[in-house]
């Protein structure tokens, strides 16, 4: 349903609703302004308004229900943020970063709106990113319904999700894949576009053609998006009525509605930003004439819902809120020393402590009878059966996205059969295909798992994993930390990586896994056989951390390391690692794919007299310090090893530290071997050229022992 100008119905808002719309609008606009004057007086570190942009988000917040209804915004949002309950004391405790900031406890910037009582999830910087998770978080609405679990989630009938965004963001291209989403899915998702018509000083013309996105859109129609366009975001009854039309067509389950409102910004940008570097004074005049600030109230005044004494008292309360508000919080305390080490991950369920220590629990483990794959397979299986909150999606995850024609057929199950038969034991709904673009896997996961699912989700290959890196390094990893704890995701992703295949060449064979390592908040874990991948999969799933779950697939199908199904309740604690053979002349240091490759190499240097100890590190961050020193300890020679390139690897970081901490245990120069600087080649020769071997080990072996 396409909408030219929006004609209000001035019989829709009763008299103190449209005060209360001035009301918002002033107050929001008031708080910029005691901002602003902070960060002149250096009390404040960071301001960006959102002036110009009130009447239409005071219109918003009377459209929907705070702690029923979900919020994905951005920086803009004051007002919407402040009529949705969140205080003006609680926006300058942020300004301020005090350590009472309930948002963030000063860890994020102000204009990062986050209020978990009223569920406005934690806002980041990268504009765009907030579009994907909330069509998760609509996606969680629906998902639950089907799986009848609304009341363990805390989920109320017609709930809908609001996500907002400037012009320019939509440019972007998560804005589209989550367009592209939502319309499938049929979620109940309101996309409220401010369009200022500029992104910092770029107009909209730039951004995308027309500058109308609605316009774009309007393609979508046919398949279930409501477009709600050209609507005066100046004007707050017309602005109610366009998004009360919107809002209510996603409570009634017809689908997602975009909404675009033209709004002004009669200040810059940000304090960083001069805009009159880039607008003339004729369209700042013209943006003034439409400030909603002026033009609201002489509206009030002039059709008698407010005289001019009640509009100066109205001002002067909100004026005295301000300045309350702003005493409580000038002087607030800020972060406590130390502080910073909090909530980087969860403290209600550590993945290192022995309460995930069931090793000993792993049974007959003599001869193995099942490869890398079948463990996984059958621990997705047990958990899933186990948890009816975790959800398996990705490209290729599902055995048949057209799940009538599993009568005749085999199914997919993922490229590597890790997920087959999970979707024909747990239906559809909790298995299923994703379009093929992984910012969408890992953004819609977010948003499932701030609803209270568990997503285990694959991409199908690490080499194809950095449209997601976004998602999951500026997002994922930042959740817990940014929000103080109020908000979490922990999402599992599960991703096939590393080389030895023959013929996978540049972009099936890559690593890359320490550009990951460096993430704070992110775990990852890296199996090296069977058994360790079932104990560690397990953890991942029941920890309450992201996780980063990287799976060889060289060995996925090996014979050497077998194991036999541990369980339904193994685990393996993260940090752990695992003494894959002992020595006394020298260690190596290892995880993945390399590690029978020193195994075949110490079995060849035992016999010319070199004891070799191995040990498989099997998670990455955190990895086993304690274990690594005291193999150092013993044998004095030590050589870190991994499957990725040599130069910022990830034994870089081994290799300093022992330097660093254990330089007096040693009796040689740390030294490393790994991939030659370069990618992997398509053919074989190339291939077993370019990645370690066992007789590149030996012959690392044979060097170290003669120093």
């Known amino acids: 349903m396409a909408k030219t100008e929006t004609v209000p119905d001035l019989h829709s808002l009763s008299r103190e609703q449209r005060i209360g719309l001035f009301r918002t609008i002033y107050a929001s606009r008031r708080i910029d302004d005691r901002e602003i004057t902070g960060k002149r007086q250096n009390k404040v570190y960071f301001q960006i308004n959102g002036a110009g942009h009130e009447a239409l988000q005071a219109a918003a917040a009377l459209c929907l229900k705070p702690g029923r209804d979900w919020f994905f915004l951005y920086y803009r949002d004051r007002a919407l943020s402040y009529g949705l309950g969140v205080s003006a004391r609680d926006m300058f405790l942020g300004s301020v970063g005090s350590r009472l900031d309930p948002a963030t406890g000063g860890r994020m910037m102000p204009g990062h709106w986050s209020d978990h009582k009223l569920n406005i999830f934690t806002t980041s910087s990268p504009t765009g990113t907030q579009f994907l998770q909330a069509v998760g978080a609509a996606e969680a609405i629906l998902r639950a319904g089907l799986e009848d679990l609304q009341d363990r989630l805390g989920m109320t009938e017609g709930e809908v999700v609001l996500v907002t965004s400037g012009d320019g963001t939509v440019a972007e291209g998560e804005f589209w894949e989550s367009v592209n989403s939502a319309v499938n899915l049929k979620v109940p998702l309101v996309y409220l576009i401010e369009d200022n018509g500029y992104a910092i000083s770029v107009p ?21 998006l409501m477009v709600v366009d050209n609507v005066d975001g100046c004007d707050p009854v017309a602005s109610y009525e366009a998004v009360r039309t919107a809002v209510a067509h996603a409570r009634a389950r017809k689908g997602p509605a975009l909404v675009r409102a033209r709004v002004v910004r009669p200040y810059s940008h940000s304090l960083s930003d001069d805009e009159q570097l ?38 002067a309360e909100v004026q005295d809120e301000v300045d309350r508000a702003w005493a409580e919080a000038a002087d607030a305390p800020p972060p406590e020393s130390g502080s910073y080490a909090r909530h980087l991950y969860s403290e209600e369920a550590d993945p290192t402590s022995a309460a995930f220590d069931r090793e000993a629990q792993a049974g ?22 186990a948890n009816p909150l975790i959800l398996a999606f990705g490209e290729d995850v599902a055995d048949a ?68 890196m976004q998602q999951i390094r500026d997002e994922l990893a930042t959740i817990r930390w940014r929000s103080d704890n109020h908000f979490k995701a922990p999402v599992v992703i599960r991703v096939p990586i590393g080389g030895y295949l ?15 390592t460096h993430i704070p908040g992110l775990r990852v874990v890296y199996p090296s056989r069977a058994l360790d991948a079932a104990g560690l999969l397990r953890t991942a799933m029941r920890c309450d951390d992201p996780v980063l779950f990287l799976e060889p697939k060289h060995l996925y199908r090996q014979t050497h ?9 193994f685990m393996i604690p993260f940090g752990k690692a695992r003494t894959v053979r002992e020595g006394t002349d020298l260690s190596v240091i290892t995880y993945g794919s390399t590690v029978y490759r020193a195994v075949q190499a110490a079995r060849q240097a035992e016999a010319e007299g070199l004891s070799v100890e191995i040990i498989d590190l099997r998670t990455l961050n955190p990895y086993d310090w304690e274990a690594i020193a005291a193999t150092v300890k013993k044998t004095r020679r030590v050589l870190v090893a991994h499957e990725d390139t040599l130069q910022w690897g990830y034994g870089a970081e081994l290799a300093a530290r022992i330097a660093d901490e254990l330089f007096f245990e040693l009796d040689a120069p740390v030294r490393r071997l790994a991939a030659k600087d370069t990618w992997v080649a398509y053919h074989p020769s190339l291939e077993d050229e370019i990645l370690p071997q066992a007789s590149h080990f030996l012959e690392a072996y044979r060097s170290l022992a003669k120093i």
């Open 204 to 224: 909209t013309e730039v951004q995308y053609p027309g500058a109308n996105v609605a316009a774009l859109l309007k393609g979508w129609e046919a398949q279930g």
């Open 278 to 315: 880039y607008k003339t004074p004729a369209q700042r005049a013209d943006e003034a004439r439409r400030d909603p600030v002026t033009t609201y109230p002489e509206r009030l005044l002039r059709e008698g819902l407010l005289t001019p004494g009640e509009l100066a008292s109205l001002k």
């Open 364 to 385: 007959d483990q003599g001869i193995g009878a099942k490869t890398m794959i079948d463990l996984i397979n059958i621990t997705l299986k047990q958990e899933m059966a």
């Open 401 to 468: 996205s057209r799940p009538e024609i599993l009568d005749e057929l085999k199914g997919k199950g993922g490229v590597f059969k890790a997920t087959h038969g999970l979707q024909r034991i747990f239906g559809e709904n909790r298995v299923f295909n994703s379009p093929l673009a992984e910012a969408t896997i890992v953004g819609r996961a977010i948003g499932l798992a701030a609803r209270g699912f568990k997503p285990v989700v694959e991409i199908q290959f690490m080499d194809y994993i950095w449209p997601a």
């Open 502 to 516: 023959m013929g996978g060449s540049v972009y099936h064979s890559q690593c890359a896994e320490s550009s990951f």
């Open 561 to 569: 390391n077998k194991g036999n199904d541990p369980g339904p309740d």
